[in-house]
């Protein structure tokens, strides 16, 4: 074959590759967008309504708050568990009111008005009960530590459903002004619909901004209980965020006057940031705050907004790689990366708060100059929409991370109700224990898809394993799934494409074997009790927490595995004595009392250390190694 009939070969293939790429990412972001609200309410907690789409969920936590003399019933489920983290829930129901207000024509179109309104009013009407007097607030509903002891359905909880509260002596600016926002952004999305709710929602508002502002402290120094769980790194950005949500929805100067003249010691226009979460609010109120500024309203304050809006502009550049080095991570595959556990729900973040941004930018025809070059307003657009096709497949993986989006996705999500047969099917009650035992180790596929959740996501690498017991990665979150509300709807009104939910059926209940045996790793190479046979790693032992159910004691031990020698491991299996209760982080073998490293840790490098947890009353169970290479 000549150089010309070869390089015709090649053109063709190029072509016809092109082609292929084109027709395989043509993703429906309305029906992406249909399956996200669904998995709001799979997260349900209280008394379902007649409505209920997600047919496998019950009734549950029907008693909250009553050993407090307080109606907690309702809200949502934090994750995979059944703790209702009130910080978390709140900054969801901020991206879902910040959806309605900006894209509501974009939702109406899509006859998706009634489900994201309903979306919202499940959570702000748990947070009204919660917020019985003024300064009082019910945070959380929910022990982290028993309820990850135990794996069982919502239905069937067994664990403490302790209620904990925020008040004067116990205060939480963060959370309080995170509900303060939230409850102010739905009182906007309510109000060509609901009036008297949605002036019912900005009173209850104005009164936990007033609380998070008077009365100020970490809302976990107050909840010790939270801090393993979700750690707040500060409240200055919560009282912006809550000012700014209320100036939005008031136009009361007051709120515009606050962020002005506490800008620099709230750290509003001193904080050049490169993430945007439940836990850091500062880009979104950097951006929120920019809108008025352009919008022409910025007055007086205008001097103090313009060093906001440089702070905005950080953010978008940075996202962009064009900060002069000052660039939020990306992993090869073009992802945001910021950390290692549930990345994904700073991807989603991010993307939902550009595409914001770049239809300000757009309606005022404005251009961003980077430190690298000039940044269209369709950039930025561009940009955000590269992180939701990367969630919906356009990964090196080939895989959507949305689940039930697509013909590719995990199907063993690390999340309680999904992986237990549902109680119209199992209708004896599914034990602690039992929970483990019989679901959480069994290697099927989760018996229940809970359609629309945005699970932890990838490594910086781009690796993913789906595994239940990989909970970093296949753990989904409300603060995760709730921007993409806003991101799918602005993405769907720009491709034609008419969304639509297609209802995939569960996969059929089917009884687990009697025991699982996973087939056996490779052979062992070296053992202990061999000929000059030096331990290569170290047991440091730990108890991190403890609490009572009933007579019995339980303690949560953390185990600190140290290669401690001059050479990479892999193989390594431990030999686990003693153990009566559940352990995480660790894959079990066939043979009696052995573990070994999980699938997505291959090799334990010269001074690396892995943990695992374990939890179980009486004394610590005995670790040894069975062998390595």
């Known amino acids: 074959m000549g150089i010309s009939s070869k390089l015709q070969v090649i053109s063709v293939l190029l072509v016809g590759l092109l082609a292929l790429e084109a027709v395989s990412y043509n993703f429906n972001y309305g029906d992406a967008m249909d399956k996200t609200l669904l998995f709001f309410e799979a997260q349900r907690s209280g008394k379902l309504p007649p409505n209920q789409r997600?047919?496998?969920?019950?009734?549950?936590?029907?008693?909250?708050?009553?050993?407090?003399?307080?109606?907690?019933?309702?809200?949502?489920?934090?994750?995979?568990?059944?703790?209702?983290?009130?910080?978390?829930?709140?900054?969801?129901?901020?991206?879902?009111?910040?959806?309605?207000?900006?894209?509501?024509?974009?939702?109406?179109?899509?006859?998706?008005?009634?489900?994201?309104?309903?979306?919202?009013?499940?959570?702000?009407?748990?947070?009204?009960k919660a917020h019985t007097q003024p300064n009082v607030l019910w945070a959380?509903?929910?022990?982290?530590?028993?309820?990850?002891?135990?794996?069982?359905?919502?239905?069937?909880?067994?664990?403490?459903?302790?209620?904990?509260?925020?008040?004067?002596?116990?205060?939480?600016?963060?959370?309080?002004?995170?509900a303060a926002a939230a409850l102010a952004a739905a009182s906007l999305a309510f109000k060509p619909y609901d009036s008297s709710y949605s002036n019912l929602l900005l009173v209850h508002a104005k009164q936990l901004f007033s609380f998070a502002d008077t009365f100020r402290g970490l809302y976990d120094d107050s909840i010790p209980n939270a801090q393993a769980f979700y750690t707040s790194s500060g409240y200055s950005d919560e009282l912006l965020w809550a000012a700014a949500w209320l100036y939005r929805a008031t136009y009361?100067?007051?709120?515009?006057?606050?962020?002005?003249?506490?800008?620099?010691?709230?750290?509003?226009?001193?904080?050049?940031?490169?993430?945007?979460?439940?836990?850091?609010?500062?880009?979104?109120?950097?951006?929120?705050?920019?809108?008025?500024?352009?919008?022409?309203?910025?007055?007086?304050?205008?001097?103090?907004?313009?060093?906001?809006?440089?702070?905005?502009?950080?953010?978008?550049?940075?996202?962009?790689?064009?900060?002069?080095?000052?660039?939020?991570?990306?992993?090869?595959?073009?992802?945001?990366?910021?950390?290692e556990w549930n990345n994904l729900q700073y991807a989603s973040s991010a993307a939902f708060l550009l595409a914001m941004y770049s239809d300000y930018l757009s309606e005022k025809k404005i251009v961003l100059t980077c430190p690298e070059g000039q940044v269209q307003p369709s950039d930025v657009l561009s940009f955000a929409k590269s992180q939701a096709d990367y969630i919906l497949g356009k990964n090196p993986k080939a895989i959507s991370y949305l689940v039930g989006y697509g013909q590719n996705y995990p199907i063993h999500v690390h999340h309680r109700g999904a992986s237990i047969a549902p109680i119209s099917v199992l209708h004896t009650a599914v034990s602690c224990i039992e929970g483990f035992e019989t679901w959480y180790r069994r290697p099927q596929a989760n018996p229940n898809i809970i359609h629309g959740a945005l699970l932890g996501g990838p490594s910086k690498t781009d690796d993913f394993s789906d595994d239940r017991s990989?909970?970093?990665?296949?753990?989904?979150?409300?603060?995760?799934?709730?921007?993409?509300?806003?991101?799918?709807?602005?993405?769907?009104?720009?491709?034609?494409?008419?969304?639509?939910?297609?209802?995939?059926?569960?996969?059929?209940?089917?009884?687990?074997?009697?025991?699982?045996?996973?087939?056996?790793?490779?052979?062992?190479?070296?053992?202990?009790?061999s000929s000059n046979y030096k331990a290569p790693v170290t047991f440091l032992h730990s108890i991190i927490s403890t609490w009572t159910i009933g007579p019995t004691t339980y303690y949560k031990h953390r185990v600190v595995v140290k290669n401690t020698s001059q050479k990479q491991i892999t193989n390594l299996k431990l030999i686990i004595e003693n153990l009566s209760g559940s352990l995480w982080g660790l894959s079990p073998c066939p043979e009696k009392n052995t573990y070994e490293l999980p699938q997505w840790i291959k090799i334990l490098k010269p001074g690396s250390e892995l943990t695992f947890v374990y939890v179980q009353g009486g004394a610590q169970a005995k670790v040894s190694i069975k062998s390595y290479h």
């Open 140 to 178: 959380q509903v929910g022990d982290g530590d028993s309820d990850h002891y135990c794996w069982e359905r919502a239905e069937d909880m067994t664990t403490p459903r302790t209620a904990y509260k925020l008040d004067p002596s116990h205060p939480g600016s963060d959370l309080a002004g995170e």
């Open 470 to 529: 990989n909970y970093e990665q296949t753990e989904p979150t409300l603060s995760g799934s709730a921007p993409l509300i806003g991101l799918f709807v602005k993405l769907q009104s720009l491709s034609g494409y008419p969304g639509s939910y297609r209802h995939t059926s569960p996969t059929p209940y089917q009884k687990p074997p009697a025991s699982y045996h996973p087939q056996p790793s490779t052979p062992y190479y070296k053992a202990p009790g």
């Open 252 to 339: 009361d100067e007051y709120y515009l006057k606050y962020v002005v003249d506490n800008a620099v010691s709230l750290g509003g226009t001193g904080w050049a940031v490169k993430e945007f979460s439940w836990d850091n609010k500062y880009a979104g109120v950097q951006i929120l705050l920019t809108k008025i500024l352009l919008d022409g309203a910025g007055g007086s304050y205008t001097p103090t907004l313009k060093q906001y809006q440089a702070k905005a502009d950080y953010f978008t550049c940075a996202c962009l790689q064009k900060n002069d080095g000052y660039n939020v991570a990306l992993t090869p595959g073009g992802l945001i990366y910021v950390r």
């Open 54 to 128: 997600v047919k496998w969920r019950g009734d549950s936590g029907l008693k909250d708050g009553f050993l407090q003399g307080v109606n907690l019933v309702g809200g949502y489920y934090d994750a995979g568990d059944h703790v209702k983290f009130g910080l978390p829930m709140a900054y969801s129901l901020t991206m879902l009111g910040w959806s309605v207000v900006d894209y509501r024509k974009e939702i109406a179109d899509l006859n998706q008005m009634g489900n994201t309104l309903a979306a919202i009013k499940w959570g702000t009407d748990y947070f009204i």
